[in-house]
């Protein structure tokens, strides 16, 4: 049940290997293993959306997923290619204060404007219902998904 196991994936478009335990999460591994700690570890079960990653094109949380379940796959993290405009628009329109939600939120706009490039108050609304931000009232980061939108 805990041994320890050797996994080979792609992130951010380059070949990387982790030596991980196998109850380990992908979140983990990512921050503590594979020098990416963009991905911010805030609940581990799944509540605030911090450590969003795109998991083979899908939004998941990357503190649900073990490591080893990632062996073989494609993750794109916050510190990955393509969030730069969604970066930008969070910080124009005033949305990130502490900023620790900031990177959850910035992949899960990117992956919401991939799918719905022009999403409408609802769609947005679902979209990132699943990331917690306890500074901002979320009037702002709803601007910023609006601005990046226009903008993408
Ligand atoms: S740390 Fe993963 S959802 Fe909160
Ligand atoms: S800016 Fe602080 S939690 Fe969102």
Same mark, same amino acid.
């Not at 969003?52 to 094109?57: C, F, Q, R």
């Not at 503190?63 to 393509?82: R, S």
């Not at 947005?124 to 917690?132: H, K, Q, T, V």
């Given at each position: 049940?805990?041994? $320890? ?8 478009g380059?070949? /990387?290997?982790?030596?991980v335990?196998?109850?380990?999460s992908? !979140?983990?591994?990512? /921050?503590?293993r594979?020098? !990416? =700690?963009?991905? *911010?570890?805030a ?19 990357a ?26 628009a969070f910080v124009?329109?005033g949305?990130?204060?502490c900023g620790?939600?900031?990177?959850? !939120?910035v ?6 404007l *991939?799918?719905? =490039?022009? =999403?409408?108050?609802?769609e947005? $609304?679902?979209?990132l ?5 306890r500074c901002?009232?979320?009037? *702002?980061?709803?601007?910023?998904? /609006? !601005?990046?939108?226009? /903008?993408?």
């Amino acid at each position: 049940m805990h041994g $320890r196991v050797k996994i080979s994936l792609t992130i951010n478009g380059e070949r /990387r290997e982790a030596d991980v335990w196998e109850g380990e999460s992908l !979140l983990f591994a990512l /921050r503590e293993r594979l020098g !990416l =700690p963009g991905s *911010k570890n805030a609940c581990e079960q799944g509540e605030c959306g911090s450590c969003s990653v795109i998991l083979d094109g899908e939004l998941v949380c990357a503190c649900l997923v073990l490591a080893a379940q990632a062996d073989g796959h494609e993750v794109v993290t916050v510190e990955g290619p393509g969030f730069e405009h969604v970066q930008q628009a969070f910080v124009e329109a005033g949305a990130v204060q502490c900023g620790f939600c900031t990177p959850g !939120l910035v992949v899960a706009t990117a992956a919401l404007l *991939k799918q719905t =490039p022009d =999403p409408n108050e609802d769609e947005i $609304r679902e979209a990132l219902s699943g990331n917690l931000c306890r500074c901002t009232g979320y009037a *702002k980061i709803f601007d910023a998904v /609006r !601005l990046a939108a226009e /903008r993408a």
